[in-house]
């Protein structure tokens, strides 16, 4: 009896489901916690907002959530180290911008572990330059 019952479950995923917090986009900092930086050369006058979520690249990684959660100072810090270093010029140019997403992409999943939690995608919700 007990077979059934759990092998419905787990290859639909509707058993542990509620297990499951590493579903959709992930804040690298906390939901609603934007990064902010000054950028290169701006003597504190200029600032740049970011808010960049993190995307799963394996479905079955139930604890992809929990390794950014656990990495979550260390991802901050890299990313205001990579972003502090570019010029108003630099961050406000697109195709840099997209560099910048791909490096830090690249950077994160060093610290995350390619193999353990691989990421699919690095979304940027909010990218306010003022």
């Given at each position: 009896?007990?077979e059934?019952?759990?092998?419905?479950?787990?290859s639909?995923?509707?058993g542990?489901?509620?297990?499951?917090?590493?579903v959709?986009?992930?804040?690298?900092?906390?939901?609603?916690?934007?990064?902010?930086?000054?950028?290169?050369n701006?003597?504190?006058?200029?600032?740049?907002?970011?808010?960049?979520?993190?995307?799963?690249?394996?479905?079955e990684?139930?604890?992809?959530?929990?390794?950014?959660?656990l990495?979550?100072?260390?991802?901050?810090s890299l990313?205001?180290d990579?972003l502090?270093?570019?010029?108003?010029?630099?961050?406000?140019?697109?195709?840099?911008?997209?560099?910048?997403?791909?490096?830090?992409m690249?950077?994160?999943?060093?610290?995350?572990?390619?193999?353990?939690?691989?990421i699919?995608?690095?979304?940027?919700?909010?990218w306010?330059?003022?």
């Amino acid at each position: 009896h007990g077979e059934a019952e759990g092998g419905h479950g787990e290859s639909s995923g509707t058993g542990d489901s509620a297990e499951d917090n590493s579903v959709g986009e992930i804040s690298i900092v906390g939901e609603g916690q934007p990064i902010v930086i000054n950028p290169a050369n701006s003597n504190g006058t200029r600032y740049l907002l970011v808010d960049i979520y993190l995307v799963r690249g394996n479905p079955e990684d139930k604890k992809f959530k929990e390794a950014i959660d656990l990495h979550s100072k260390k991802l901050q810090s890299l990313t205001m180290d990579k972003l502090s270093e570019r010029d108003i010029q630099e961050l406000s140019n697109p195709s840099i911008r997209k560099q910048i997403e791909n490096d830090l992409m690249n950077q994160y999943q060093r610290i995350l572990g390619p193999k353990e939690h691989p990421i699919k995608e690095i979304v940027v919700a909010k990218w306010i330059m003022q």
